[in-house]
């Protein structure tokens, strides 16, 4: 396959963005990447080299979503272990758990656009599944049941209201048991 930018050069970098639910996808040589941008950080050389790191590739995407320029405002610190998130963004590593709030608001918008989404949608555990599903199921009735409200459909409403109860009681059971 040709590079989409010189019609030259085989393409050895191949880029996939989703922007507003439609897929856009670039083949480019090293040389048309360095020159269009799409590689953040110090080169190919060193994000595709012969020694690829998982830890090297998520530092260069930290790097990417807090550019040099944007700077001036307060950098977040951590309270605990006292790590600023430029010094995260440097390492890759997180210096205590409290990092993970300290550095919400940043690491958010990487997680959904590396994930599409900030919700963990996995598997539940064998052991103490039911409970975890019980209390998700119970929540999200009580979204359906705010909405039908909000709708004044109130026997609907009912009905949810009393699945939740139901729902409740054997959550108090799985508690106690």
Known sequence: MLCDECQK???CVHITKIINQQKIEKHLCEQCAQKSGEIMGKGLNNVFGSKFSLQDFLKEMFNYTVPDSNRQMLEPVCSTCGLSYSEFSRSGKFGCSTCYQAFAGQLEPLIKRIHGTAAHTGKVPKR???????????????????????????????LLR???K?????????EQG
Do not use: C, M, T
């Open 166 to 174: 139901i729902l409740e009681k054997q959550l108090a059971e799985q």
């Open 128 to 158: 103490g599944g039911v409970y975890f599903s019980l209390k998700q199921r119970i929540q999200h009735l009580r979204q359906g049941l705010a909405a039908h409200v909000s709708r004044e459909e109130y026997e609907q409403a009912a």
């Open 162 to 164: 009393d699945e939740i």
């Open 9 to 11: 050069e085989p393409a």
